[in-house]
Nanobody
Framework: QVQLVESGGGSVQAGESLRLSCAAS????????AGWFRQAPGKERELVAG????????SYADAVKGRFTISRDNAKNTVSLQMHSLKPADTAVYYC????????????????WGQGTQVTVSS
C-alpha cells in the first residue's frame, strides 16, 4: 500500500514559478512509476508529467513541455514537479499518483492518488 501527500500549491501571478512535492509512504514506492496529474473545473483529469521508477524517461504533456520538470528521490520517497512560466491555463488541482508499473503514461494504470493541491495562476 502506498499513500501520497502533496504540498506546495498556492496562488501566483502569471510567469512565476511553483514547486510541488509529493511525499510517499510504503517501501515499494521506489519501484513504482510516478506522475503528476491535474484537473481543472469542468475538465477531465489529465497527465501533466510522468517518470519511471528509476527517475528516467520523463514524459510531459505538450502544454507544459519546456516549462515543467518532474523528478524523484527514491531515497526520500519523494516526487517533485518544478513549474516555471506559469500561465492561467495551468490553474487546476494537481495530484500526485503512483503506478505499480515501472513506467506508464496511462491514467488507468495509476492506482494510488494523493488528495490534491490547488494551483491558481492569475493574469
Amino acid at each position: 500500500q502506498v499513500q501520497l501527500v502533496e504540498s506546495g500549491g498556492g496562488s501566483v501571478q502569471a510567469g512565476e514559478s511553483l514547486r510541488l512535492s509529493c511525499a510517499a509512504s510504503g517501501r515499494t514506492f521506489s519501484s513504482y512509476g510516478a506522475g503528476w496529474f491535474r484537473q481543472a473545473p469542468g475538465k477531465e483529469r489529465e497527465l501533466v508529467a510522468g517518470i519511471s521508477w528509476r527517475g528516467t524517461l520523463p514524459s510531459y504533456a505538450d502544454a507544459v513541455k519546456g516549462r515543467f520538470t518532474i523528478s524523484r528521490d527514491n531515497a526520500k520517497n519523494t516526487v517533485s514537479l518544478q513549474m516555471h512560466s506559469l500561465k492561467p491555463a495551468d490553474t487546476a488541482v494537481y495530484y500526485c499518483a503512483a503506478s505499480t508499473l515501472s513506467w506508464t503514461t496511462s491514467r488507468a494504470d495509476y492506482h494510488y492518488w494523493g488528495q490534491g493541491t490547488q494551483v491558481t495562476v492569475s493574469s
